[in-house]
């Protein structure tokens, strides 16, 4: 998991080099077909932006439950309050259903 989290940041990070290299060229040059190379330029830099703040966020819940899970394997065996805890809070129980009393 966290190869591929580095995978898509390296990406995120060469179309954002990429953008701004057609939004610099863009500004840079004039004639036919420097607005799209301008357009073009702007969208895949603002959706790299976009992808990298995307990658950081769950990259560092995936550091963060790693490290949580490693100390769970540290400490050694659940004991069986540990596991019912642990369930309690990946499946919350239902709420019991209120009777009519007549």
Known sequence: MVFLFNLAFA????????????????????????????????IVAL????????????????MAR??????????GPMSPRQQMMMQGQQNPAPMPMKQNKR
């Open 11 to 42: 990406i995120a990070l060469i179309s954002l080099v990429l953008g701004l290299s057609l939004l610099i060229w863009g500004r840079r040059n004039s004639g036919p077909g420097v607005r799209t190379a301008k357009v073009f330029g702007f």
């Open 47 to 62: 959706a790299s932006v976009f992808l990298l703040f995307c990658s950081g966020y769950h990259g560092a819940t995936l």
């Open 66 to 75: 790693m490290h949580q899970m490693q100390q769970m394997m540290q400490n």
